[in-house]
């Protein structure tokens, strides 16, 4: 009889019991860990890894998963609701801030430590939560605010309890940080009390513009966590892995930005499946997503590069995401404008071009068979349905400039539709003065879009300027000359945004339902090829940008290759200073900025 076969499961090599015992020994989760556990004696500066943990990663997607909830129920139609989409987007982001220069410096994997981030992701979902409430612009419930107050609370409450364990670890071994800790911890604690008075003074329903102190002492967290690493240097994030979060986050907002634009293009497509105009769309968004994430990563920094030059690299972030998201629901909204355009003039071009000659009862039939295919009845456009049919069904079959009225009523009427069918909606504080077509509210989103989509792009694209500029600190004449183009491509597109400014210009059109069609036609004809996609890729800058800073970077190279040779194999890169430090002319020693 043959022995029985016994099954050995192995622990990551190890095959003894013995082996299994110690593996599982070492791999036990501490109750709380030293943030010295990971740093030796001779390092000047707190790091616990070199790139961002799984645990870290999970907390970005909270933070995504939070602006993408507020983003999908909060439309921005008029200056209010922009500021307040911008002070939401503020707090969310400097929490996230607060959360990841700690865990960049001090978390170590523990109990301890994954109670807190547990703590920390349910504040980003009280958050996601609150965010369908919030409006700062209007009277509203008291609660939205306290409960707002109460998470900012409870998120500065715990770091202040994190900087106060990571004190009492480090404080008689590294006695340097214990001062510049305390006083970080005593910030989050005073602030913490400041919520806690908020929270009883937000009491009225009443608009209440206290609210302004939150942004206050969120700016003075920020100054002091800054500061503390900028005068401590032990405290820096030199070794830290900071760029690769800044650079995962906005990885992952651009991730975002192109699920938001899949289910526009899905659902643009679905209406009429793909056009020459659908496509050239989607290709032009393909190509400024990419582009854009070219022009960053591209000169994204992997060592560090100066510790104040990494600081204000970190704060110009906030600009450059909340930007960033602007101008990717900017063109979620071209898309949806394009093709909403495209429908209201698959409408308009029903109606005879000879408005002197009796209309055909074929154009009636026509145009009812046009509304029925555009699906409007169950959605935002099925209270308009109904005037539309009682409108139609007041044509008759004389010249149109005979009925010049209801034909002036009928557009209006469709085009509100249409418009509304793709989420082109008004503020409902909106009022229609007299003398004023019911298209003008959503003429002004509209107009609202194109200026806070070209505004955003022109910051987005000037900070890419202002990253390389810090990023590179030996600069040469290639990287100067792409960095100019930046710059000169920012100014483009600000240009552009100040063209909407011009009410004249943009009011004479608007007067009257048939001078708006027109100039409406000639934006949807201008849409109409795949050359729309090169003409907006321009506008926006990015192939232009991109292409420039590649031909640099040959240049660079030829240059190099003339100057030092063609053989780079027994070329030695001298190090580069540690310490944030560089030989000055003296022979002594400066810190780099």
């Given at each position: 009889?043959?022995?029985?076969?016994?099954?050995?499961?192995?622990?990551?090599?190890?095959?003894?019991?013995?082996?299994?015992?110690?593996?599982?020994?070492?791999?036990?989760?501490?109750?709380?860990?030293?943030?010295?556990?990971?740093?030796?004696?001779?390092?000047?500066?707190?790091?616990?890894?070199?790139?961002?943990?799984?645990?870290?990663?999970?907390?970005?997607?909270?933070?995504?998963?939070?602006?993408?909830?507020?983003?999908?129920?909060?439309?921005?139609?008029?200056?209010?609701?922009?500021?307040?989409?911008?002070?939401?987007?503020?707090?969310?982001?400097?929490?996230?801030?607060?959360?990841?220069?700690?865990?960049?410096?001090?978390?170590?994997?523990?109990?301890?430590?994954?109670?807190?981030?547990?703590?920390?992701l349910m504040t980003m979902i009280g958050f996601a939560s609150v965010g369908p409430q919030f409006d700062p612009n209007v009277s509203q419930n008291s609660?939205?605010?306290?409960?707002?107050?109460?998470?900012?609370?409870?998120?500065?409450?715990?770091?202040?309890?994190?900087?106060?364990?990571?004190?009492?670890?480090?404080?008689?071994?590294?006695?340097?940080?214990?001062?510049?800790?305390?006083?970080?911890?005593?910030?989050?604690?005073?602030?913490?009390?400041?919520?806690?008075?908020?929270?009883?003074?937000?009491?009225?329903?009443?608009?209440?513009?206290?609210?302004?102190?939150?942004?206050?002492?969120?700016?003075?967290?920020?100054?002091?966590?800054?500061?503390?690493?900028?005068?401590?240097?032990?405290?820096?994030?030199?070794?830290?892995?900071?760029?690769?979060?800044?650079?995962?986050?906005?990885?992952?907002?651009?991730?975002?930005?192109?699920?938001?634009?899949?289910?526009?293009?899905?659902?643009?497509?679905?209406?009429?499946?793909?056009?020459?105009?659908?496509?050239?769309?989607?290709?032009?968004?393909?190509?400024?997503?990419?582009?854009?994430?070219?022009?960053?990563?591209?000169?994204?920094?992997?060592?560090?590069?100066?510790?104040?030059?990494?600081?204000?690299?970190?704060?110009?972030?906030?600009?450059?995401?909340?930007?960033?998201?602007?101008?990717?629901?900017?063109?979620?909204?071209?898309?949806?404008?394009?093709?909403?355009?495209?429908?209201?003039?698959?409408?308009?071009?029903?109606?005879?071009?000879?408005?002197?000659?009796?209309?055909?009862?074929?154009?009636?039939?026509?145009?009812?068979?046009?509304?029925?295919?555009?699906?409007?009845?169950?959605?935002?456009?099925?209270?308009?349905?109904?005037?539309?049919?009682?409108?139609?069904?007041?044509?008759?079959?004389?010249?149109?400039?005979?009925?010049?009225?209801?034909?002036?009523?009928?557009?209006?009427?469709?085009?509100?539709?249409?418009?509304?069918?793709?989420?082109?909606?008004?503020?409902?504080?909106?009022?229609?003065?007299?003398?004023?077509?019911?298209?003008?509210?959503?003429?002004?989103?509209?107009?609202?879009?194109?200026?806070?989509?070209?505004?955003?792009?022109?910051?987005?694209?000037?900070?890419?300027?202002?990253?390389?500029?810090?990023?590179?600190r030996r600069k040469d004449i290639f990287d100067h000359i792409a960095i100019a183009i930046r710059v000169i491509a920012a100014i483009v597109l600000f240009?552009?945004?100040?063209?909407?400014?011009?009410?004249?210009?943009?009011?004479?059109?608007?007067?009257?339902?048939?001078?708006?069609?027109?100039?409406?036609?000639?934006?949807?004809?201008?849409?109409?090829?795949?050359?729309?996609?090169?003409?907006?890729?321009?506008?926006?800058?990015?192939?232009?940008?991109?292409?420039?800073?590649?031909?640099?970077?040959?240049?660079?190279?030829?240059?190099?290759?003339?100057?030092?040779?063609?053989?780079?194999?027994?070329?030695?890169?001298?190090?580069?200073?540690?310490?944030?430090?560089?030989?000055?002319?003296?022979?002594?020693?400066?810190?780099?900025?």
């Amino acid at each position: 009889m043959a022995p029985p076969h016994h099954h050995t499961v192995t622990v990551k090599g190890a095959t003894s019991p013995r082996e299994r015992y110690e593996q599982r020994k070492e791999d036990k989760l501490p109750w709380i860990a030293s943030p010295l556990k990971n740093v030796s004696e001779h390092d000047t500066a707190f790091s616990q890894r070199e790139e961002a943990s799984k645990i870290e990663l999970f907390y970005d997607l909270f933070f995504v998963a939070n602006l993408t909830t507020f983003t999908a129920v909060h439309e921005v139609n008029d200056r209010k609701s922009l500021s307040s989409y911008t002070g939401f987007f503020a707090i969310i982001w400097t929490t996230w801030l607060q959360v990841t220069l700690f865990d960049v410096r001090f978390a170590v994997d523990s109990v301890y430590e994954r109670i807190c981030k547990v703590l920390q992701l349910m504040t980003m979902i009280g958050f996601a939560s609150v965010g369908p409430q919030f409006d700062p612009n209007v009277s509203q419930n008291s609660k939205t605010f306290r409960t707002l107050t109460i998470l900012l609370l409870i998120s500065r409450a715990l770091l202040a309890i994190q900087y106060l364990t990571v004190t009492a670890f480090i404080g008689k071994k590294r006695r340097d940080t214990k001062k510049p800790l305390l006083f970080i911890s005593l910030t989050f604690i005073i602030t913490s009390a400041a919520y806690l008075g908020l929270f009883f003074a937000f009491n009225s329903d009443k608009e209440d513009k206290r609210y302004y102190l939150w942004y206050i002492f969120i700016a003075l967290e920020t100054i002091a966590v800054m500061g503390v690493s900028v005068r401590w240097r032990s405290l820096s994030f030199k070794k830290t892995h900071l760029p690769e979060r800044l650079g995962l986050l906005t990885l992952i907002i651009l991730g975002e930005g192109v699920i938001v634009l899949t289910k526009s293009v899905n659902y643009v497509v679905g209406e009429g499946g793909w056009t020459w105009s659908s496509f050239g769309q989607v290709f032009a968004v393909v190509l400024i997503i990419y582009f854009l994430w070219a022009l960053y990563f591209d000169r994204h920094p992997e060592t560090h590069f100066g510790t104040i030059r990494q600081q204000i690299w970190c704060i110009l972030h906030f600009p450059f995401h909340i930007s960033l998201v602007l101008m990717l629901e900017g063109l979620n909204n071209f898309i949806l404008y394009n093709k909403a355009i495209h429908k209201f003039f698959e409408f308009f071009n029903q109606l005879p071009q000879d408005t002197s000659a009796p209309t055909d009862s074929s154009v009636i039939q026509a145009l009812n068979t046009t509304i029925n295919s555009f699906n409007l009845a169950g959605g935002k456009s099925a209270d308009s349905l109904p005037i539309i049919y009682d409108t139609l069904g007041n044509l008759t079959t004389q010249p149109l400039d005979n009925q010049a009225t209801t034909i002036d009523d009928l557009l209006t009427t469709v085009f509100v539709a249409v418009f509304k069918k793709f989420n082109f909606e008004p503020p409902e504080s909106a009022e229609i003065l007299p003398g004023q077509s019911p298209m003008d509210p959503i003429v002004s989103v509209i107009r609202l879009i194109y200026k806070y989509f070209f505004s955003s792009a022109g910051v987005v694209v000037f900070l890419l300027a202002v990253f390389m500029w810090f990023v590179r600190r030996r600069k040469d004449i290639f990287d100067h000359i792409a960095i100019a183009i930046r710059v000169i491509a920012a100014i483009v597109l600000f240009v552009f945004t100040f063209f909407s400014f011009h009410k004249a210009l943009i009011n004479r059109y608007v007067k009257g339902p048939l001078i708006l069609p027109a100039v409406l036609l000639v934006l949807a004809l201008s849409q109409s090829t795949p050359f729309y996609a090169f003409v907006q890729d321009i506008l926006t800058g990015g192939d232009i940008v991109l292409f420039v800073d590649k031909i640099t970077d040959v240049f660079a190279l030829c240059w190099g290759r003339r100057k030092f040779g063609r053989s780079g194999n027994n070329y030695v890169q001298a190090p580069m200073p540690d310490h944030d430090q560089y030989p000055d002319k003296s022979g002594g020693v400066q810190y780099a900025a």
